[in-house]
């Protein structure tokens, strides 16, 4: 096409762009849906998916840093790097939440970043141009990598290089900025034919395992263990290895527990399995980790929550690591023994290292187990019958855990909400079928996180978020997005009214300030309502008899829904909260500020 674009001329008239080019390297390389917001600079990447709709679709976010969220969930459940789009400027500055929450969780992702044309950067500072600023710089801060793409030569190997480094250990996000004017340039597919790495199509890019060496030297140490524990975290799913570490805790024949990323790497059905250890997870997880003396961990990087704050492991508790990053171990504490390796290749060689099953040869640890997890049980049980007004959130958990299917997915929001669904909703299977936003652990994932879920689930299949209102809050517009494309989609919004973490935070350290709020008696936000005037069912709920109704017709329901239960906005799952309501001592108080400390990095022993 010669001369000036007019107007009203289109584009792709004539010529195919690179536009069509990069939608042809995602199509072949595995990508099904690209989530995010076009901009004017990003339109050619819309035009050539627009044509390719049979193997490539693209999902229309209300904002772009949920687009982020909804790629992070895509990837979770999938493997594959989730893919998202935002244009210059304005959009690019809001992925950041989804692409920290992506690196510190090491989850494959790739940002299709627009950028002013190459001839314009000198005038990028302060806005000179529109929308201009330094996003290289930006994105380099809180991405795996990120790249400035130079010239149109260069844009195909790049993107092989951004899937590469998306799924190669560590898993992350990558950021691809892309000049207008290299988006928009013609492109000769016989020149450049498209080339794509299929073995960067899904995570883990390449699979190593550790040296027999070290594989017996663990063996070793869990044939003297007296009370052998497995901590796994989300590296098994990352590894896609929940089979093979299952099959490894039947034969280990000692306690399992996970991180909340890891849950559904065992079925939380098994004996040995006492559920997430978490300040806010399982009561018995948290007593019985204490007792091992040998602590396996097995994709996990032991963080200040599935570590208790780093007094795990005690300095009488040999350890094992399990991991594909050299750094991971010894960063807080110094292994007996280090395995350096892919989850699935180290884990299936240590199972065989092992030799026979050593399930049952440890009654008094089995016993032990067993007493723990049912005096918890029992515990539990007058929180999750309670016909207590307002309701108590586990009485809500166990009518979700009747009606999850075997496809369904439940996405949880952060703050309480992972609490009540990792210590009341069961993982019966070894999936990943819980998606946690744990790698920032920030407000507001699980609204757009069940847009990706959806995108990929299972005909039939249900997506069940949990969030309180704070949380929902954020994405609230993403329920739009949810209409559009009639997705299968429960939101269950717990309403206290509060921020309710904030709330407890401030009662328990700071006597009785009020800052976490969330309505007043003359505002009382209707979240069911608000869902019905954006296409969307909308049921509340304020008596425990009507929570199984309400699901079950969310549940029935041909399309996405709200059920918005009202609760007690003194409700927590964080045990230390619990006990110092409890005990409303001054002694028994932390003072204003406390603060959490490293322990001092030690040698653990051997057995």
Known sequence: MDGPLSANQPLTETKPHIGDMLAEMLAQSGVEYVFGMPGGQTTALHDGISRRTDRIRHILMRDERNAAYAADAYARLTGKPGICDVTVGPGANLL????????NASIPMIGIIGELPLDWMPLKEKGI???GFDQLSFFQS?????????SVAALPELVRTAFRIATA??????ALIIPHDIFDADWDPQAMPVRVDDRTRRMPYLRSAAPVSAIRDAAALIRKAKRPALVCGGGVHGSDAAAEVT???DRLGGLVVTSLSGKGS???????????LNPLGSEAAIELIQEADLIIWCGSKVSQNTGMNWTLPKPDQATITIDFDPL??????RPTVPLLGDVREVITALDAALGDSRAGTLPDWDARIAEVKARCEASKLAETSSDQVPILPPRIMVEIAKRLGKDDVVVSDASFSAGWISGYIPAEQTRRQFVFARGQGGLGYSVPGAIGAAAVAPEGARVVTVAGDGAFSYTIGELATQAQYNQRIVNVVINNGKLGW??????IFFKNVQSAELESQSVVPGYAAAARGMGLKGIYVDKPDQIAAALDEAFAHDGPSVVEVRIDDRATPIHSFKRRMRDTSEKARPRPGTVYKLRDWKVSPDL
């Open 96 to 103: 950041p939440a989804g692409f920290l929450e992506a690196l």
């Open 129 to 131: 141009a529109s929308q």
């Open 142 to 150: 809180c991405s795996k990598e990120a790249f400035l793409v130079p």
């Open 169 to 174: 250990p560590r898993p992350g996000p990558v």
């Open 247 to 249: 099959a490894f805790a």
């Open 266 to 276: 065992v079925p939380e059905t098994r004996a040995y399995a006492a559920g997430v």
């Open 328 to 333: 991971e171990h010894g960063r807080t504490f």
């Open 502 to 507: 904030i709330q407890l935070w401030q009662e």
